[in-house]
């Protein structure tokens, strides 16, 4: 990530938790206390039971238990990095390349709401040092931009658009500030660094989260700058008393990858090491002046034989966060590598589904838009996850379980409140909870829930279904803690039971579910152009499915024409399909868009994979690509010269021949500097007819896509030739200056006569 330096006097991400009224007095012995705890002290050589039984009664605190309810979090690293296509930027960028051309803050928020999100993260300021506010400390912000005419306020239009939306909003701030001629002067920086908290603690309205990483570079002249860890707690907890402090901080911990993949076994009671000598930093909150920031890396963080020891133990959990692109900020080379909705599932299942909340990166483009082929594998993996989970074949069940306490049935576990719970008798650690239900029934995902108010105690648990002679175990697994999901292979019954196999005290379970994901279906080829007809076949690797389609893109239905064997198409279609299955969710639509052509068209230079429009025919499938690069039309050259001859069948009589291209200097998208068309009659010698220049603006001019057209007699040919010229490299004025550049084509259009 760009963030996290692996240096030995510098600490990344940790930090224990937000502690509210009610904490233990360490003063206090161990064990003083029988009622919930977020954070406690051991006295030395406390026997490991006597642990264990402790870490039972550690539960999060009514912030932390909100934010954990949010299980889906955006990020938005958005900034100078943007601009200059880079990671880290060193400081030294001039305030002027911050300019997008069309920054719609609401287009942010209504994405992410629309994916699911409650929640958005924005990147105030990176290592660059770069204000997306204009504070008051520095020269290094939006102020100074040309952005709104140097009026503008990122933080305040990302937060108010929050608001609107109903989404709750939290800042990143970097410590290292390589722009701040104080880094490395610790007093004067640790003063500068409260003054620039202090702004965006108070000026924005409410903070749900403030997250720190851990980068610590030097400052000028080698300097090593100390943050003081404790003032900044200090101060987030009387601005922003309801926010959460992550990484470098004592609420959230980061999960230890960026991969979004939380543990198999992922605790949320950790054992954490103290400042012996420090006071508590403010009433109310001891854990503040204690807490010492370092990673915690192991995979096993919380079990028996990693709090066998612990100095102290607290309710400290994880987030683990993710890019949806390669990279954290946007990169326009990496429109091609957005991860898919499924991918983005699968990632959902690894962190939210283990007990970690999910946090994912979108980084706006350089118009300060979300890309479009973002916003759609973010809203698809909305769309499968909603279909997965939209009901819960267990909520009509028989429920009976071994052992359960008075007020707390079995039956608390299917009726879809977090508010009610199962428990088993005190003292009882094992239970099964038996279910039958109405028929049998196919499902392949389990969710389990545990009541964490009352503290996370499950350590193993399956579930086995009864095949008609004995029980067959079809899922299991370790912790549970707010979420555990386990994905299996299908499995068809009716007589179930779910087994706590193991709990360190007594287990309690707010809700438990059977789902079935919604079935999926293929298409290949995925679209494009084609000459005389194409071949498409539809396919489900889901069982006892039939698939229905339509050639219209209407939304298959129930009664739509049954998929039994390859199509052929001779004529234009939409493809829209789904997967219907005998019980369970019907599937996800999936669409794909095929166009007949009337001519042959050939390549000989190489488009890049990453921007292949839809393959080699896109430059004639008649969908025109638009402002978005990312949008999945655009053929794209790096370095390269476009070179296409296009096939007319038979000698015709041409008005015209028009090649569009984008323009969009930010992405290091330029036009060509000239195309050549030319004419043939047997595809091998062809004669010049025109050419045509570029005569737009340089870069002062905003994003655009612009026709070359032809400028001449009509004549007559069976083969056209389009040569546009790539200028090359970025040109000296650009951040990009001497690297390759792109030139991005788009429907080549031959005007009859």
């Not at 702004?199 to 700058?225: C, H, M, R, S």
């Not at 108010?453 to 648990?461: D, H, K, T, V």
């Amino acid at each position: 990530m760009r963030r996290l330096l692996r240096m030995s006097a510098a600490c990344r991400m940790i930090g224990a938790f937000l502690l509210v009224c009610g904490f233990c007095c360490l003063s206090l012995p161990a064990g003083a206390r029988q009622h919930p705890e977020h954070f406690i002290v051991l006295s030395p050589g406390t026997p490991a039971d006597s642990i264990v039984a402790r870490a039972t009664r550690i539960v999060p605190t009514p912030d932390q238990y909100a934010w954990q309810r949010n299980e889906c979090i955006a990020f938005l690293h958005f900034g100078m990095n943007t601009f200059t296509n880079r990671e880290w930027g060193d400081g030294m960028e001039d305030p002027a390349l911050f300019q997008p051309t069309d920054l719609d803050a609401r287009q942010w928020i209504g994405v992410l709401k629309k994916a699911g999100f409650t929640m958005a993260i924005l990147t105030a300021k990176h290592h660059d040092g770069f204000c997306l506010w204009p504070s008051r400390y520095t020269d290094h912000s939006v102020a100074h931009s040309p952005w709104r005419g140097g009026r503008g306020d990122l933080v305040r239009e990302v937060a108010d658009a929050c608001r609107e939306a109903g989404m709750k909003f939290g800042v990143y701030l970097s410590p290292w500030d390589r722009h701040e001629p104080s880094y490395g002067d610790s007093v004067r920086y640790n003063e500068f660094f409260r003054n620039q908290l202090t702004e965006l603690l108070t000026g924005y309205g409410d903070i749900a989260e403030v997250w720190f990483d851990g980068a610590n570079g030097e400052g000028p002249g080698g300097k090593k700058q100390w943050y003081d860890w404790a003032s900044y707690y200090k101060l987030i907890r009387e601005l922003q008393p309801h926010a959460v402090i992550f990484g470098m901080g004592p609420d959230v911990r980061w999960v230890g990858t960026e991969s979004g993949d939380g543990r198999e076994t992922e605790w949320s009671v950790v054992p954490l090491a103290l400042h012996r000598t420090a006071a508590a930093s403010a009433p109310g909150h001891p854990l503040d002046g204690l807490f010492i920031p370092k990673d915690i890396m192991g995979e096993d963080l919380g079990g028996r034989n990693a709090i066998a020891g612990a100095e102290a133990l607290a309710w400290y959990p994880a987030e683990a966060d993710v890019s949806i692109r390669p990279g954290w900020f946007y990169h326009p080379e990496e429109d091609g590598r957005v991860k898919s909705p499924e991918t983005l599932v699968d990632i959902y299942d690894h962190s939210a589904g283990r007990n970690a909340m999910l946090l994912i990166n979108i980084p706006p483009d350089r118009r300060g838009r979300i890309a479009g082929v973002d916003s759609a594998s973010l809203v698809g993996m909305r769309a499968i996850l909603e279909g997965t989970f939209a009901r819960n074949l267990l909520s009509d069940a028989q429920l009976r379980s071994s052992s359960e306490q008075a007020g707390h049935p079995a039956s608390f576990i299917a009726d879809g409140s977090a508010d009610t719970y199962w428990a088993a008798r005190d003292g009882e650690e094992k239970a099964v909870i038996d279910c039958t239900l109405p028929e049998e029934r196919s499902f392949d995902c389990l969710v389990l829930q545990e009541e964490i108010p009352n503290g996370q105690r499950i350590e193993s648990f399956r579930l086995e279904a009864w095949t008609g002679d004995a029980w067959a175990v079809t899922a299991s697994g370790t912790t549970v803690g707010h979420k555990r999901i386990v994905r299996f292979q299908e499995t068809s019954a009716r007589k179930l039971r779910l087994v706590i196999a193991g709990s360190r005290g007594t287990p309690a379970l707010a809700e438990v579910g059977f789902f079935k994901a919604p079935p999926a279906v293929t298409i290949r080829p995925e679209g494009g152009a084609f000459v005389e007809s194409v071949r498409v076949i539809l396919a489900s690797e889901a069982r006892g499915v039939l698939i229905r389609y339509t050639l219209d893109g209407s939304p298959p239905t129930p009664s739509s024409t049954r998929y039994d064997s390859p199509l052929t198409l001779f004529d234009d279609a939409l493809i829209a399909a789904r997967a219907y299955a005998a019980s369970g969710p019907e599937g996800i639509v999936h669409a794909a868009r095929f166009h007949k052509v009337s001519m042959g068209l050939a390549l000989h230079t190489a488009f890049s994979p990453r921007y292949s429009g839809g393959g080699p025919l896109a430059l004639i499938d008649g969908e025109r690509g638009t402002i978005d690069p990312g949008d999945g039309h655009w053929q794209g050259y790096e370095g390269d010269d476009l070179d296409a001859v296009l096939d007319l069948g038979e000698t015709k009589e041409v008005a015209g021949v028009s090649a569009g291209f984008l323009r969009k200097t930010d992405s290091w998208i330029f036009l060509p500097d000239s195309v050549a068309f030319s004419a043939s009659d047997d595809g091998r010698y062809f004669r010049p007819v025109a050419v045509a220049r570029d005569s737009a603006a340089g870069h002062e001019a905003g994003p655009l896509v612009r026709p070359f057209a032809t400028a001449c007699a009509p004549f007559s040919c069976r083969y056209v030739r389009v040569r546009a010229h790539n200028i090359g490299v970025c040109p000296p004025w650009h951040p990009g200056a001497g690297k390759k550049a792109w030139l991005f084509v788009d429907e080549i259009t031959i005007l009859p006569r």
